[in-house]
């Protein structure tokens, strides 16, 4: 039998952060989440993301700990995540072990152009190293660690509310969609989620074949939320479309568990609705 754990990438702030604490309170599963800050930092890290975590009514915080991992991954730098997927193969080995959730989360927004003439080359192609090919090389190493066809998954607590197949979740957002695309601008950060909803479809492709219904690909968007990358644009959001981290966090993890098979290959929000292409 196949225990599941889960990926959480990264972790150190915004919905990662949110979501990594949501994560330890609400499921038993082991979570390596990541860090592109360098080791001696990690313990700092772990420390934040356990604090004032309250238990729930199956575990304590200090078995919380015990499940938490932090690992080194800067998504712009390929030897790094290629590493960190070989310490995930020695904490989870393949044949006892697979990716349950997977949350690839990189993202930036680096002054969003009005027109073709503000577009920077430097700005413009930091953008698509996180946002796009951040997530492309999280599927090139992380996604082997999902469930096979073969794979005989260990049944877990349905309290949990844990989905019966493996979910690989890539951080999207509404304007990466072309069919609703009406005011046009933001030219690199709306083509690198567009491409990001392009990566997840391939990917759902590719497990309809390897895996089967044991595992599927969705992307998401999480709406506008109180972070750094947002930060610029919440005096132009309705209240009722602006959220704080932790409720963010609470609702991503709504939506992603209770994904059903029907679901894979497409962008869904917040409010478990999908979003065109």
Known sequence: MSRPWILLCPSTRGIGHALARHLLTTTTLPILATARSPADTHDALKAALLKDLPPSASHSKNQAADRLQIVHLDVTDESTIHSAATHASTLFPRDTYHLHL????PGILRNP?????????????????????GPLLLMKHFSPFLPRKATEIQPFDNDEGLPAHAVWTTMSARVGSISDNKLGGWYSYRSSKAAVNSLTKSLDVQLRSRSGDKAMAIAYHPGTVKTDLSRDFWGSVANDSLFDV??????????????????RGRVWDYKGDEVLP
């Open 102 to 105: 997977a949350f690839a989360l």
């Open 113 to 133: 152009e009005k027109s073709p003439a503000q577009i920077d080359y430097d700005a413009a192609l930091e953008t698509y190293k996180v946002n796009a090919l």
């Open 246 to 263: 932790d409720d963010a966090a609470g609702r991503m993890a709504g939506v992603v568990l209770g994904a059903g098979l029907d679901m």
